[in-house]
């Protein structure tokens, strides 16, 4: 991610996950894909009432006394100890008992393919659950530019080699986490005559993708949007 996971379709048989933190950091550079974590799994019922919103788990105050290599045990998983990732996920997990980081990339994952898939099929109420206003204004913009060509576009996935957290911000209760995609996508735009306007409906690609996911800690929502994405080049 995401950006964008893009952004998050087939909602019937997706399992959805709960999100519950996430840094978000607008970068400037948003892009309708070609564009979050607890792993509560959900049946298709509860997924359908829930709007198709990934959220985290419900936050329990637990770990008081313990010592930090216990608290932080799972985030020093995810990345060494003393590195400012790591400072700005244990802030994360300071905030949110229930952080768990290698849970969050598991949420990540599904929510980047959902988004993909619904940016694709122009499924416009899954997107608004999922990205923040300013995001969903721009996916928006480019499915309505689609069908007013008459055009179509036919994405599908083949994996996703790479879900990595590669930044994390705490500031002012508001958490970020920019999660960087690797994924393998068939993906092609075609016009009213079915004939390809970009991309190929038989080739398989590599996609690298940068998306921030965010939250206000101080909401009772626990539901984590996409509020930035980006190619990524390296």
């Not at 952004?7 to 087939?10: K, S």
């Not at 105050?61 to 010592?67: K, V």
């Given at each position: 991610m995401s950006f964008g996971t893009i952004?998050?379709?087939?909602l019937a048989a997706i399992v959805l996950f709960q999100l519950r933190n996430v840094l978000?950091?607008?970068t400037g550079n948003e892009r309708p894909p070609f564009?979050?974590?607890s792993r509560t799994e959900r049946t298709q019922e509860e997924a359908a009432s829930n709007g198709n919103v990934v959220t985290l788990p419900q936050r329990r105050?637990?770990?008081?006394?313990?010592?930090a290599r216990v608290v932080y045990e799972k985030v020093d998983k995810i990345a060494v100890p003393g590195s400012p990732l790591?400072?700005?996920l244990r802030k994360l997990r300071d905030n949110d008992s229930e952080f768990d980081p290698t849970s969050f990339i598991e949420g990540a994952r599904i929510a980047y393919e959902m988004i993909v898939n619904g940016f694709a099929d122009g499924d416009r109420r899954l997107l608004k659950n999922l990205l923040s206003p300013e995001v969903y204004a721009d996916f928006e913009a480019a499915i309505a530019d689609r069908e007013a060509k008459g055009q179509k576009m036919n994405s599908s996935f083949v994996g996703i080699d790479e879900a990595k957290i590669v930044a994390a911000e705490v500031k002012?209760?508001?958490a970020?986490?920019?999660v960087r995609f690797v994924s393998q996508l068939i993906s092609a735009t075609l016009g009213p005559e079915g004939e390809v306007i970009d991309g190929d409906p038989e080739a398989v690609v590599e996609v690298r993708d940068v998306w921030v996911f965010a939250r206000d800690l101080r909401s009772r929502d626990p539901n984590w949007k996409l509020v930035g994405t980006e190619s990524d080049e390296s």
């Open positions: 952004f998050f379709i087939v978000g950091r607008r564009d979050p974590y105050e637990e770990g008081e006394g313990l010592p790591n400072s700005e002012d209760r508001e970020q986490i920019t």
